[in-house]
C-alpha cells in the first residue's frame, strides 16, 4: 500500500521560511498529484495546495509546493512565516479517485 | 461563495448509528462533476477518507468502513447525509464534510463535528 510519510513536528521563527516533506513509501510520488491542507483549531481546513504546486485563490504567494522525484518526495514550503501559519498540514494524494492517501501531518509551530 | 456545515449528535453509544448531515450552499450538486464526501481525523490526528456522493448519485466508500457506511443526497434540500452503523470508541474523531467538482482532492472544507462514542 501506497503510504505517505510527514515529520510530525516542524517550528520555526516569524519571518523565516519553514519546508515540510511528505515521502512516499513505493512507486513514484510524481505518479498523482499532491496536495496540502491546513487544519487550524476552531477554523474549518483549507486547502494550500492541489496539483503539486498550484494555489487556489486566496491563499497568500508565501505558500509553494514542489516535488523532488530523487527523494519521492513533495514539499509545502511557507516563507515569512506569520503566527496565523501555526497549524496541523497534512499532504494528499491517491491511487485511484476514491483511494486516497493521507500523510500524517504535521504540526508546524510558529514561535 | 461555497460554504459546507456539518450537523449531528455530539455523543453516540457504542453499537447505535451515527447521523451526520451535510448542509451546503454556493453549489448545485446537481452539477456535472461535483461529489460531496466525508473525511475524519481522529484524536490522535490522522486523516481517514471515509465515503463520496456525485452528482449523478453514484457512490463510494472506503473499503474498509464500507460495510457500515451509507452516503445520500437530497438535492431539493442542498444536503448530504451520512449514516454509519455499529459504531465503536474507534469512531471518535472529527467529521469533515468536503467538496470536489471532477477532482481527487478536496476543494472546499466544512468546519467539522466533534463525535464522541462512549458509553
Known amino acids: 500500500n501506497f503510504m505517505l510519510t510527514q515529520p510530525h513536528s516542524v517550528s520555526e521563527s516569524p519571518g523565516k521560511t519553514v519546508t515540510i516533506s511528505c515521502t512516499g513509501s513505493s512507486g513514484s510520488i510524481a505518479r498523482h498529484y499532491v496536495q496540502w491542507y491546513q487544519l487550524r483549531p476552531g477554523s474549518a481546513p483549507t486547502t494550500v495546495i492541489y496539483e503539486d504546486d498550484q494555489r487556489p485563490s486566496g491563499v497568500p504567494d508565501r505558500f509553494s509546493g514542489s516535488i523532488d522525484s530523487s527523494s519521492n518526495s513533495a514539499f509545502l514550503t511557507i516563507s515569512g512565516l506569520k503566527t496565523e501559519d501555526e497549524a496541523d498540514y497534512y499532504c494528499q494524494s491517491y491511487e485511484s479517485s476514491t483511494n486516497w492517501v493521507f500523510g500524517g501531518g504535521t504540526k508546524l509551530t510558529v514561535l | 461563495q461555497i460554504t459546507l456545515k456539518e450537523s449531528g449528535p455530539t455523543l453516540v453509544k457504542p453499537t447505535q448509528t451515527l447521523t451526520l448531515t451535510c448542509t451546503f450552499s454556493g453549489f448545485s450538486l446537481s452539477t456535472r462533476g461535483v461529489g460531496v464526501g466525508w473525511i475524519r481525523q481522529t484524536p490522535g490526528k490522522a486523516l481517514e477518507w471515509l465515503a463520496l456522493i456525485y452528482w449523478d448519485d453514484d457512490k463510494r466508500y472506503s473499503p474498509s468502513l464500507k460495510s457500515r457506511l451509507t452516503i445520500t443526497k437530497d438535492t431539493s434540500k442542498n444536503q448530504v447525509v451520512l449514516t454509519m452503523t455499529n459504531v465503536d470508541p474507534a469512531d471518535t474523531a472529527t467529521y469533515y464534510c468536503?467538496?470536489?467538482?471532477?477532482?481527487?482532492?478536496?476543494?472546499?472544507w466544512g468546519q467539522g463535528t466533534l463525535v464522541t462514542v462512549s458509553s
Open positions: 468536503s467538496y470536489r467538482n471532477t477532482t481527487p482532492w478536496v476543494d472546499y
